[in-house]
């Protein structure tokens, strides 16, 4: 289970490097418009606001690996456990105010390794 738990751990921080990149890198260019589901407008407009937000995923992101690599075991499961539970209010909080498939796409992963964290740890 400790080995389960760890590559969705990674799975969870990877996706969050990767919205990161989207956020803070990509906002404007098309494949971050139809990820996001915005105009091209929209995307010019909210540019610094979407870099804001792609660093707070890098926080998580960051966090997750912190825990993943943390030499004490109570520690860093402490730290997977906190920063998987952010993901996953985040994930509740951005499907209710912006778009259902959040809690699919980013909470759903984030249960996922909760579960196997917590089990892996018991």
């Not at 989207?22 to 091209?40: D, I, V, Y």
């Not at 960051?62 to 996953?88: E, R, S």
């Amino acid at each position: 289970m400790m080995i389960l738990s760890t590559i969705l751990v990674a799975l969870v921080a990877l996706e969050h490097v990767y919205i990161l990149i989207l956020e803070m890198f990509m906002w404007t260019t098309p494949r971050a418009q139809k990820a996001f589901g915005t105009t091209s407008q929209f995307a010019k407009e909210t540019k610094s606001l979407a870099a804001n937000q792609g660093l707070y995923n890098g926080f998580l992101a960051a966090g997750l690996v912190w825990g993943l690599l943390h030499p004490n075991d109570t520690f860093g499961f402490q730290l997977q456990l906190f920063f998987l539970i952010c993901v996953g209010v985040a994930a509740v909080y951005g499907s209710i105010t912006a778009k259902k498939s959040i809690l699919f796409v980013q909470g759903l992963p984030a249960f996922a390794a909760i579960l196997a964290v917590v089990l892996a740890n018991l």
